[in-house]
């Protein structure tokens, strides 16, 4: 059953392979706007995997064959091509799972906008892990990467969309936080933009008891907020910034 494509492989700081996940995209749509967002998959979990969004069947039906060839706990990780939190696929196949499979191990990866919202139907649905991507500390940096969000039907631009959004990844972090999850902050390193930033987000993430954090440098894109060629070295030397307040993946 083995298709390439969709499993991915969590690399440590060093390369090193650490774990494999099953990828299971299920989200068509995105309710932010990230200025750096390829538009086909999202950066924020699974660098450079464009699978197209599965359907809810198709994703049990793979979940079912890695079950038949896995000892042990399977790993599934739900991530993009959008925002899982804002897909109804997501709780669909989440509910089918909890019906059909004792022993899931699965991370949900999530901007964060919704997550006050759900984290206690994601605990109720077995989901364990989280990845939450926080790209800025403040408002201002924010909205120059988020120029607008779509939060319960209404769009927010501006620092109002910013603000919204800061606030649900930060409450949403400490409600998953004292809830039990294993919290990982997702940081897509901008240098020039938002890199100032990287370890005030570490220190604030560590101090409410997040787990561990992962820079993710981002895909070159034609969006002006974009680098085109982000240099490695500055994405290190970020990651060795926050590796004082949070370890690295
Ligand atoms: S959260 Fe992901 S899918 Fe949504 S705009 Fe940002 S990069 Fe794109």
Same mark, same amino acid.
């Given at each position: 059953?083995? /298709?390439?494509?969709?499993? *991915?492989?969590?690399? @440590?700081?060093?390369?090193?392979?650490?774990?494999?996940?099953?990828? #299971?995209?299920?989200?068509?749509?995105? @309710?932010?706007? $990230? /200025?750096? $967002?390829?538009?086909?998959? $999202?950066? @924020? &979990?699974?660098?450079? @995997?464009? =699978?197209?969004?599965?359907?809810?069947?198709?994703?049990?039906?793979?979940?079912?064959?890695?079950? %038949?060839?896995?000892?042990?706990?399977?790993?599934?990780?739900? +991530?993009?091509?959008?925002?899982?939190?804002?897909?109804?696929?997501?709780?669909?196949?989440?509910?089918?799972?909890?019906?059909?499979?004792?022993?899931?191990?699965? *991370?949900?990866?999530?901007?964060?906008?919704?997550?006050?919202?759900?984290?206690?139907?994601?605990? =109720?649905?077995?989901?364990? *892990?989280?990845?939450?991507?926080?790209?800025?500390?403040?408002?201002?940096?924010?909205?120059? !990467?988020?120029?607008?969000?779509?939060?319960?039907? /209404?769009?927010?631009? &501006? *620092?109002?969309?910013?603000?919204?959004?800061?606030?649900?990844?930060? /409450?949403?972090? !400490?409600?998953?936080?004292?809830?039990?999850?294993?919290?990982?902050?997702?940081?897509?390193?901008?240098?020039?933009?938002?890199?100032?930033?990287? &370890?005030?987000?570490?220190?604030?993430? &560590?101090? #409410?008891? +997040?787990?561990?954090?992962?820079?993710? =440098?981002?895909?070159?894109?034609?969006?002006? $907020?974009?680098?085109? +060629?982000?240099?490695?070295?500055?994405?290190?030397?970020?990651?060795?910034?926050?590796?004082?307040?949070?370890? %690295?993946?």
């Amino acid at each position: 059953m083995r /298709s390439a494509s969709l499993f *991915t492989v969590a690399l @440590n700081r060093k390369g090193h392979k650490s774990e494999e996940y099953l990828h #299971l995209p299920l989200a068509a749509g995105c @309710n932010i706007r $990230c /200025s750096f $967002c390829p538009a086909d998959g $999202c950066v @924020n &979990g699974v660098h450079g @995997n464009t =699978a197209p969004p599965l359907e809810t069947a198709t994703a049990m039906e793979l979940v079912e064959d890695l079950v %038949q060839e896995t000892k042990g706990k399977p790993r599934i990780l739900l +991530a993009g091509s959008g925002e899982p939190l804002a897909s109804p696929k997501t709780f669909e196949f989440l509910e089918a799972a909890r019906k059909e499979f004792r022993k899931l191990d699965i *991370t949900l990866v999530t901007n964060g906008l919704l997550l006050p919202d759900r984290f206690k139907d994601l605990l =109720a649905l077995n989901v364990s *892990t989280l990845w939450i991507t926080i790209n800025a500390s403040t408002p201002e940096t924010a909205e120059l !990467i988020h120029p607008w969000v779509l939060y319960r039907r /209404s769009v927010y631009h &501006g *620092t109002r969309g910013a603000l919204l959004l800061l606030n649900n990844q930060w /409450s949403g972090l !400490i409600a998953a936080v004292e809830t039990g999850f294993v919290v990982r902050v997702n940081f897509v390193a901008l240098p020039g933009i938002n890199g100032h930033e990287a &370890g005030a987000v570490a220190q604030t993430a &560590g101090r #409410l008891g +997040a787990d561990c954090m992962k820079v993710i =440098a981002p895909p070159p894109s034609k969006s002006p $907020c974009s680098i085109e +060629a982000v240099r490695l070295t500055d994405v290190g030397t970020i990651r060795d910034e926050c590796d004082r307040f949070l370890p %690295q993946v």
